[in-house]
């Protein structure tokens, strides 16, 4: 049976928590001050410790940073004065949660329904990293290169906690692919993975998509709607392109993220909602507030655990891998045997792949259908073949220019270097085609 420890100076709030946590199967200890609190702790390693910050002899987190206590007992802060500051230090200090009192019952619940054994995770933790060193895969990514690596510590280590992730990288990174990790390798698994893409969705509707809306709250809703978070409830929601969220929705989002509730459109009871946000970007959140797209509030509380995503370009030794895991996923799905030419490997590592692993693999499938049984250098596309050094068309830019009147020229040149093909540039930008659109757009105006 799980142990808990409660440490809190509210008496009554102490023994209405004992009661809703014993019920949930687990032994309870209470203590109502630091001092209290490590000498539980001491006597008897709890599974779970729920944490007031605000205690009469210091700060919550003093006992939370004891080194010991953190690498063998899951602890969930708790606070009747929340702040941003105070959710975003405790988060990323490790805390499987946090919770704002009078406590949530329902959160509280999922919290306690997740409750695992860190051992239990550490083991598939091992379990990959053994995988990795064999096969070169990690959860959902592939790659064995320093970089990866890196990512791949990160995930290990933020996986497990409650804590918001913002993931950055160029389109094609496989920005989607880390988020489904963390979420397989959390406590949440068992539950929804549902991934959105800010961009794809009408400005009209978003807010009914990410919220949910009641009857006969416009014209058109003839039926109640669950929006995402609903749907994601006790699971992971993915909000891909963040920075291509209305601003007015942002204000919306941040309120959930901070209160864990949130109000369909046409409503007028607020929803309680168990849901842990990653989101993603493939521009600079950082530019992004500067231009006004990104609240920088929303920006802080997502950005609580930053994680990059490397360029194909700047892990050039996964090239070869990437290739044959995508060749022999085709061969089993065709019933087929091809293979790769050793001189159509070297020339897919001195690609530069301004569209990363997802042009790779578009282009592997391409020259797949080309090739009878060996992939040789006939197959692959004309800018693979003709290009093998991809240095860029050279763009002069003078001293003293505007940023506005730069990004302008750079976007325009890129449009004709790809022959007017909006996907392809959006690509090699790093920006969303609706990004690209509005720019031309504006272009256009001038």
């Known amino acids: 049976m799980s142990h808990a420890l409660l440490v809190d100076d509210d008496e009554a709030s102490l023994e209405a928590l004992a009661e809703l946590v014993g019920r949930e199967g687990f032994t309870i200890d209470m203590a109502g001050t630091l001092r209290e609190g490590r000498e539980k702790m001491a006597a008897r390693r709890p599974d779970l410790v729920l944490l007031d910050i605000h205690l009469p002899d210091g700060n919550g987190i003093d006992l939370f940073e004891d080194v010991e206590s953190r690498s063998t007992t899951e602890v969930v802060l708790m606070t009747g004065q ?8 405790a988060l990323r200090l490790g ?14 619940k999922g919290i306690l329904a997740r409750v695992a054994r860190p051992a239990d995770l550490k083991a598939e933790i091992r379990r990959l990293h053994g995988e990795l060193r064999s096969l070169g895969r990690f959860s959902r990514l592939l790659g064995a290169s ?3 690596q890196r990512v791949y510590d990160a995930i290990a280590r933020v996986a497990p906690t409650a804590a918001t992730v913002l993931i950055t990288g160029e389109s094609g990174s496989g ?5 489904q990790s963390i979420h397989e390798l959390s406590r949440r698994r068992k539950q929804p993975f549902v991934p959105v893409n800010c961009s794809a969705i009408s400005p009209q509707l978003i807010e009914s998509e990410m919220f949910g809306h009641e009857k006969g709250s416009f014209t058109g809703a003839s039926r109640q709607h669950k929006g995402y978070f609903e749907r994601a409830d006790g699971g992971t929601l993915f909000l891909d392109e963040i920075t291509e969220m209305p601003i007015e929705l942002q204000s919306k989002l941040l309120r959930v993220l901070e209160t864990g509730s949130l109000m369909r459109v046409g409503g007028d009871e607020p929803l309680e909602t168990d849901v842990r946000v990653i989101a993603a970007a493939n521009r600079s959140p950082e530019e992004a507030v500067t231009e006004g797209k990104l609240r920088e509030d929303l920006l802080y509380r997502l950005q609580v655990f930053p994680l990059r995503l490397p360029a194909l370009r700047e892990r050039t030794e996964d090239i070869e891998l990437l290739a044959n895991h995508f060749l022999a996923e085709m061969n089993r799905s065709e019933g087929a045997a091809k293979t790769l030419a050793v001189e159509v490997v070297e020339q897919l590592r001195r690609y530069h792949w301004p569209g990363n692993v997802r042009e790779l693999k578009n282009m592997l499938h391409r020259a797949f259908i080309m090739a009878e049984e060996v992939i040789d250098m006939h197959c692959l596309t004309p800018e693979l073949g003709a290009t093998p050094v991809a240095s860029g068309d050279a763009l ?15 976007i325009l040149a890129t449009l004709e270097h790809c022959g007017g093909n909006k996907g392809q540039t959006a690509e090699l930008l790093g920006v969303s085609v609706k990004t690209l659109y509005n720019r031309l757009s504006t272009y256009a105006e001038q």
């Open 82 to 89: 929340p702040s941003l500051q105070t959710s975003i230090e």
């Open 95 to 108: 805390a499987a949660d946090y919770l704002i009192k009078p406590v949530n019952i329902k959160h509280l």
């Open 146 to 148: 320093a970089a990866m």
């Open 175 to 179: 920005k989607e692919l880390a988020a």
């Open 396 to 410: 002069t830019l003078r001293v003293g220019m505007k940023i506005a009147d730069a990004e302008r020229r750079l």
